[in-house]
Nanobody, 118 residues
Framework: QVQVAESGGGLVQAGGSLRLSCAAS????????MGWYRQAPGKQRELVAT???????NYADSVKGRFTISRVTNKNTVYLQMNNVKSEDTAVYYCNCNHWPVVTINYWGQGTQVTVSS
């Protein structure tokens, strides 16, 4: 059983910073891809950023230049450094672990709430 746990969410003022953390309990292998997704009220879940085990990153256009994803080398631990947050960043942030191209391996955390006040 794989447990995915996020932490670091909370209330932050616009323009401030926040750091999210995610760790997956599985130790048999390192997931190829870990990432962050978010879902705001009334909106669909969207990709925020992903990172491969080799360090290749991908960001949504809306967060480029403001957010940075990173992970511990050869570990199932990932972070999201959120800088210069905006009100539109308010959402539940979910950690995802998958092993692309093995589509049957896909895990999600329970989510952590990020609220940006203005």
């Amino acid at each position: 059983q794989v447990q995915v746990a996020e932490s670091g969410g909370g209330l932050v003022q616009a323009g401030g910073s926040l750091r999210l953390s995610c760790a997956a309990s599985r130790n048999t292998f390192v997931f190829n891809v870990m990432g962050w997704y978010r879902q705001a009220p009334g909106k669909q879940r969207e990709l925020v950023a992903t990172i491969t085990r080799n360090g290749s990153t991908n960001y949504a256009d809306s967060v480029k230049g403001r957010f940075t994803i990173s992970r511990v080398t050869n570990k199932n631990t990932v972070y999201l450094q959120m800088n210069n947050v905006k009100s539109e960043d308010t959402a539940v942030y979910y950690c995802n672990c998958n092993h692309w191209p093995v589509v049957t391996i896909n895990y999600w955390g329970q989510g952590t709430q990020v609220t940006v006040s203005s």
